[in-house]
């Protein structure tokens, strides 16, 4: 790996620098082919050539960069092609497996600085090259002197500086963006919360309680899903010890049968289900790289980014889809508004149209029986409907949402690929009944 990047210049340039490169340069290829296109059948398959090629030059300085451009990178990779063209978004995938790791004598400085002894001397086995590198912290495979195989993350030194910068360099270029684009929705609750969960992330104490509560509350009602024991005296701010398990990709489990497909989709929906409506705490970072799975077991690796929701949001959240179910426009704008979704003084025929697109989204998951997740692209549907929307003067939704929305979408992408068949009622039923009298209560459906 290269010298890291941590100061607010250097991260701020290279993001800039690439940025440019590679702008400039599709400008430069597209007009060369310009011309062309009155020739080419196909003018649409080279100019994706080219966004690829472009696409690439970012994508490497993400991986370099670590921090929050790594993390917005992943966040890109599990969308497959509901956002960005699939060619783009398998770059995006091959993020977190080519990103380059730290020097060897960073890992162990490392940990000389938080054990006060070296690799060699704190385990009985530790492999230097890490089998894998993501946007805070990699992973090495170890041995414990007591025989256990365990994961070591080890997180990159300076990367909480890093991360600070990135956002303050984030808030600029929103200012550079509003200055050219008056209509720009204004998205500062959106980058408060990312910003906190991901220093919330660099503190590695803070993972390896949410490591230990999830594994607790997950152990008896759903067995299948395996999360790491973690060995608290090998563990600090800046590295995470937990025990070492194996499984297949995401990508590999695509090859499972229906059957297993269609219970693995059943587990992560109703697990979803349990920590969204009953603990109110849910596990926020879905990518891809954080799951191994077997055709029984799902295994989460990663759980530096959870999110807590209060009492009063659920019941919120639920009276919204209570609304969508029993079709009252009069409850979802009323909900809406007080969350932030919508002006108070925002017309109905907007409130109206909003409305009619959720609905549509959301009915196929409120059928009896048994059926796949719905074909319906979401964000092509919001696509269309941002367009009339004048964004000047707006509030930002509430900060809750970003990762509501992330550890929905993860599930959703991950269901979608699957093509599991699950019975959405039957899941909704068993763990949402506890909080459905006192939203019915609170507004009188």
């Known amino acids: 790996m290269s010298e890291f990047k941590s100061s607010k210049l250097s991260r701020f340039l290279s993001v800039g620098t690439s940025l440019t490169k590679a702008s400039a340069q599709l400008a430069v290829d597209m007009a060369k082919n310009k011309a062309q296109d009155l020739l080419d ?52 995938r091959d993020l977190q497996k080519n990103s380059p790791s730290m ?25 230097l090259k890490p089998v894998a590198a993501a946007s805070i912290g990699q992973v090495h495979r170890a041995r414990l002197h007591t025989g256990e195989v365990v994961a070591v993350k080890i997180q990159y030194p300076k990367i909480v500086n890093a991360i600070k910068y990135d956002f303050q360099n984030l808030h600029k270029i929103d200012k550079l963006v509003h200055l050219l684009y008056a209509n720009k929705p204004n998205i500062d609750n959106m980058i408060a919360e990312l910003k906190t969960s991901l220093l919330e992330e660099c503190n590695y104490l803070h993972e390896m309680e949410q490591l230990q509560y999830f594994k607790e509350q997950y152990k008896d009602k759903f067995p299948m899903i395996v999360i790491p024991a973690v060995h608290p005296e090998f563990c600090s701010e800046q590295i995470l010890t937990m025990e070492w398990v194996e499984g297949d990709s995401f990508e590999d489990s695509l090859h499972y049968t ?49 999110r807590e929701f209060d009492h009063d949001f659920v019941v919120d959240y639920v009276g919204l889809l209570m609304a969508l179910e029993e079709d009252r426009l009069d409850i979802y704008s009323q909900i809406a508004k007080k969350l932030d979704m919508f002006k108070a003084d925002e017309e109905e025929e907007m409130l109206a149209r909003h409305y009619r697109l959720i609905k549509d989204l959301y009915e196929p998951y409120t059928l009896p029986g048994t059926r796949p997740i719905s074909d319906l692209n979401p964000f092509q549907l919001f696509k269309d409907f941002l367009k009339d929307i004048n964004f000047k ?3 930002s939704p509430r900060q809750e949402f970003l990762m509501l929305d992330r550890a929905t979408f993860g599930l959703f992408a991950k269901l979608k690929g699957w093509r599991s068949e699950i019975n959405w009622m039957e ?10 009298n006192e939203v019915k209560f609170k507004y009188q459906f």
């Open 41 to 92: 059948k196909n003018p649409e398959v080279r100019d994706m050539g080219l966004k690829i090629k472009a696409s690439k030059e970012i994508i490497q300085t993400m991986g370099e960069l670590k921090g929050a451009m790594m993390k917005l990178g992943q966040m890109i990779s599990i969308s497959e092609d509901m956002f960005l063209p699939k060619e783009i978004t398998e770059l995006f």
């Open 103 to 127: 020097p060897t004598e960073e890992v162990k400085k490392m940990i000389l600085e938080n054990f006060k002894k070296s690799p060699e001397e704190l385990f009985l086995e530790f492999d």
């Open 258 to 306: 229906d059957e297993q497909k269609n219970f693995l989709g059943t587990s992560l929906y109703e697990s979803y289900l349990y920590s969204l409506f009953e603990l109110k705490r849910l596990h926020t970072d879905p990518q891809n790289g954080n799951y191994l799975f077997k055709p029984d077991k799902i295994i989460i690796l990663d759980f530096g980014s959870t």
């Open 393 to 395: 003067g707006r509030k």
């Open 427 to 436: 899941g909704r039923n068993k763990f949402r009944n506890s909080i459905e």
